[in-house]
């Protein structure tokens, strides 16, 4: 089994700043895309960035200039800076990681997403 453990969600003012933190543990064989998604309350879900292991981004417009992502391959962990919060960014952040489980999988080209459980992010004054 694979596991994604968010870390780092919380209370800010607007203009204020959060890091969020997220480790993949498990069966593991590789890892390809990272990212975050959010859902904030009456919307649907959406993208905010991924990271394939090439080491492209790719940000949701909302966000570009004001997030950061960053990813240890070796460690299987993805951290999400933000900065200049809005009330906006208001949501739940999810951890995403595309991978492979074993090398069978990765040999039948076999690519699963999981997802954590969730951050509350809150911008609010």
């Known amino acids: 089994q694979v596991q994604l453990v968010e870390s780092g969600g919380g209370l800010v003012q607007p203009g204020g700043s959060l890091r969020l933190s997220c480790a993949a543990s498990g069966n593991i064989f590789s890892i390809n895309a990272m990212g975050w998604y959010r859902q904030a309350p009456g919307k649907q879900r959406e993208l905010v960035v991924t990271?394939?292991?090439?080491?492209?981004?790719d940000y949701a417009d909302s966000v570009e200039g004001r997030f950061t992502i960053s990813r240890d391959n070796a460690k299987n962990t993805v951290d999400l800076q933000m900065n200049s919060l809005k009330p906006e960014d208001t949501a739940v952040y999810y951890c995403t990681a595309d991978l492979y489980r074993n090398r069978q999988d990765y040999e039948l080209d076999r690519m699963f997403r999981f997802w954590g459980q969730g951050t509350q992010v809150t911008i609010s004054s």
């Open positions: 990271y394939t292991s090439g080491g492209r981004t």
